[in-house]
C-alpha cells in the first residue's frame, strides 16, 4: 500500500461539508431509493433461482448425471462492480458473475441457458455477446440492465463460498480467468480502502458523477470508466486514510492535477505467480511502455485498467482535473460545481460524426456495439493527421429514429440511428505550451484514409462475429 501523505482525523467542518455534498448529489440519482435497492435484490434472487434450477436440468440431460447428484453440483451468483461496491446508482446495471462447476461448458450456457432467459416474462432486451473479450449475456431483467458472465472452475461441486482470490488460475480457460477478474479485483479494492468505507464511498460516487457530466466517463472510447475511478480512489484514500469524503475528494484532484503520467498508478505490490498465457503488466514490455496512464488493477494478473486511453482523452482528462482542482480552491466553491455539464458541443469548432443506422432496435443493439467499439479507432486516425492537435470525442452516442418514403435499395423506411461525434482541435502537436497546441495556418483534414480505415475495421469485425 502507498505511505500515508496525513493520516489527521476528520474536523467537524469536514463531516458538514459531507452532508452539503450528500445535498449536491441527490438530485442526480446517485443513491438508489429503498424500492430500487429491494428490487435488485429481488431480481438476483431471481437469476439464482433460474441459475440453480438450470445446472440440475442440464447436468441431467446433457452430462448425464443423476437427479440426486445433480442437485448437489450447484452453482454461485456474485455480483460484483458498482453494486459490489456499494456505489452504484438509480438505474444502473448489475454487473454479475456465474460460476459452475467444470463439467458445465461454455457452450452450453450461451444456448440452453440462454434459451432459458429468453422464456422468462421479466426477461427483455436478451442478447449474448459471445465473441467478445469477456464473452457475456446482456438482458433487461425486471426493469433491471445485467451484464451475465461465465466462469467454469475446476471444481466438482460449488456447495459453499467461493474465495476469488484463492481461486487457482491455472486451472481455468483464458475466457474464465477474464471473467472472474472483475469479481477478484472489485473484492481487492474493497480489501485495500484503509478507512472507513462509506467515506470511500460517498467519494467515488461524487467522482464518478463528476467524470460522467464532464464527459470524461466512457472505457470504451478511451476515457475513464468504473473500475478505473474506483482505483485512483482507492489511492487517494492511501494517501489519506482516515480522511473523510469531502476531503478525499479535493485531495484527489490535488494529487491527480500533480501526477506524472505515464507513473502508473499501483495499490500494491504486483503478485509473481508465472502462470503461463496470463499476461501482467510490466513497463520493460514495449507494448506496455506506450500505455499512456496506466491505472493498475490490484489482483493477479495486475493489468492497465486504461490501456484504451488515447493522447487526446488524455489531454481532456488533464484538462478537466485540472479546472476541478482549481474550482476546489476558490473561496466561492460549491460542491455542484464540480458537476456542471460539459459544454462540448459549444466548446470546439469543428466536428466529426458518426452514424449507425439499422433498420430495427434490435439490429441497432448489435450493430451500435459494433461501431462504438471502433469509433477509439478512428480517433487514434483523426489525432495522428498532420494538422490536428487532437481528435475528442463524446463520451456517449445520441439514439433518433427517422421516417422516410419508402425507396428500393435505400435506407429502410423507418431507421435507428446512433450518432457519435468527434471534436477535431487544430493545432501544432509538436510545439505545446502548458497544453495549449501552437497554432496551425489555414488547418485541412482529409478523411478519406481514416474514414477508409475505419470502414474496414468495421467490415472486419462484422465478417469475424
Same mark, same amino acid.
Given at each position: ?21 450528500? #445535498? ?15 428490487? @435488485? ?6 437469476? =439464482?433461482?433460474?441459475? %440453480?434450477?438450470? $445446472? ?56 440452453? +441457458? ?23 449475456? /446482456? ?10 458472465? +461465465?466462469?467454469? *472452475? ?22 474464465? $480467468?477474464? &471473467?472472474? =477478474?472483475?469479481?477478484? $479485483?472489485?473484492?481487492? *479494492? ?48 492511501? +494517501? ?7 476531503? *478525499? ?20 505490490? %504486483? ?7 496470463? =499476461? %501482467? ?21 495486475? %493489468?492497465?485498467?486504461?490501456? =484504451? ?6 489531454? @481532456?482528462?488533464?484538462?478537466?482535473? /485540472? ?36 433498420? &430495427?432496435?434490435?439490429? @441497432? ?10 469509433? @477509439? ?45 468527434? #471534436? ?36 472486419? /469485425?462484422?465478417?469475424?462475429?
Amino acid at each position: 500500500m502507498a505511505q500515508p501523505i496525513k493520516t489527521d482525523p476528520p474536523t467537524a467542518q469536514d463531516l458538514v461539508d459531507c452532508e452539503h455534498i450528500e #445535498a449536491a448529489l441527490q438530485p442526480h440519482g446517485v443513491f438508489d431509493t429503498d424500492d430500487g435497492m429491494r428490487k @435488485r435484490r429481488q431480481v438476483l434472487l431471481e437469476v =439464482n433461482r433460474i441459475v %440453480q434450477q438450470w $445446472v440440475v436440468e442440464v447436468s441431467q440431460s446433457k452430462y448425464g448425471l443423476s437427479e440426486e447428484v445433480a442437485k448437489t453440483v450447484g452453482a454461485q451468483v456474485l455480483p460484483f462492480g458498482s453494486y459490489r461496491l456499494g456505489v452504484h446508482t438509480q438505474g444502473g446495471d448489475i454487473d454479475t458473475l456465474l460460476c459452475f462447476p467444470r463439467h458445465i461448458q461454455r457452450d452450453e450456457f450461451f444456448k440452453s +441457458f440462454y434459451a432459458k432467459l429468453a422464456e422468462h416474462p421479466d426477461v427483455a432486451d436478451l442478447h449474448a455477446v459471445e465473441g467478445a473479450f469477456v464473452p457475456a449475456i /446482456k438482458l433487461e431483467f425486471g426493469g433491471v440492465e445485467m451484464d451475465l458472465l +461465465f466462469a467454469r *472452475l475446476n471444481l466438482e461441486r460449488l456447495d459453499g463460498d467461493l474465495d476469488m482470490q484463492t481461486l487457482d488460475l491455472r486451472t481455468l480457460a483464458p475466457e474464465c $480467468v477474464r &471473467s472472474v =477478474n472483475g469479481c477478484r $479485483v472489485t473484492d481487492r *479494492l474493497l480489501d485495500l480502502v484503509p478507512l472507513e468505507i462509506d467515506h470511500f464511498r460517498l467519494a467515488l460516487r461524487a467522482i464518478k458523477l463528476w467524470a460522467k457530466k464532464r464527459g470524461i466517463y466512457s472505457n470504451t472510447l478511451g476515457y475513464l470508466g468504473g473500475v478505473h475511478l474506483a482505483i485512483l480512489t482507492v489511492q487517494v484514500c492511501q +494517501f489519506f486514510p482516515n480522511a473523510a469524503a469531502s476531503t *478525499l475528494i479535493k485531495k484527489f484532484f490535488w494529487v491527480y492535477s500533480k501526477w506524472t503520467w505515464p507513473n502508473p498508478v499501483k495499490l500494491c505490490p %504486483q503478485e509473481d505467480h508465472s502462470i503461463g498465457g496470463l =499476461n %501482467q503488466w510490466n513497463p520493460s514490455n514495449w507494448k506496455d511502455q506506450e500505455d499512456l496512464m496506466p491505472i493498475l488493477t490490484p489482483a493477479y494478473p495486475s %493489468q492497465n485498467a486504461a490501456f =484504451n486511453v488515447t493522447r487526446s482523452t488524455l489531454h @481532456r482528462i488533464q484538462a478537466e482535473v /485540472k479546472r476541478a482542482y482549481a474550482l476546489t480552491q476558490s473561496s466561492t466553491f460549491e460542491w455542484s460545481e464540480l458537476w456542471a455539464p460539459v459544454p462540448f458541443f459549444t466548446e470546439y469548432k469543428h466536428y466529426v460524426t458518426v452514424t449507425a443506422i439499422a433498420g &430495427s432496435p434490435a439490429d @441497432r443493439v448489435a450493430y451500435e456495439g459494433l461501431v462504438e467499439s471502433s469509433v @477509439r479507432q478512428l480517433v487514434l486516425s483523426l489525432q495522428n493527421e498532420p494538422d490536428v492537435a487532437f481528435a475528442i470525442p463524446f463520451p456517449k452516442g445520441y439514439q433518433t429514429e427517422t421516417t422516410s418514403p419508402p425507396v428500393e435499395d435505400a435506407v429502410p423506411e423507418t431507421s435507428y440511428r446512433t450518432t457519435w461525434y468527434i #471534436a477535431i482541435h487544430f493545432g501544432d502537436r509538436e510545439n505545446m505550451v502548458d497544453g495549449v497546441p501552437g497554432p496551425v495556418h489555414s488547418p485541412s483534414l482529409d478523411l478519406e484514409t481514416p474514414a477508409r480505415l475505419f470502414y474496414e475495421k468495421i467490415q472486419w /469485425k462484422q465478417a469475424n462475429m
